[in-house]
């Protein structure tokens, strides 16, 4: 009976540690996903500024 709950245990602690990685990833490409459009928007709005003086 220990060794079964040793294995639910340990696939408990194996699917929170899957979940937290695609969490991981997932905010860490909506970070850089923001990042990117925050550089364009300030190159966009430089360039836009260049063009009408």
Known sequence: MIGLSV????FVEALF???ARV???IS????A???VL????LLG???WKRKRQ
């Open 7 to 10: 294995a639910i245990g340990r």
């Open 17 to 19: 540690w899957a979940i």
């Open 23 to 25: 969490a991981g990833v």
């Open 28 to 31: 860490l490409a909506a970070i």
């Open 33 to 35: 996903g923001a990042a």
């Open 38 to 41: 925050g550089g364009l928007w």
């Open 45 to 47: 709005r430089a360039l």
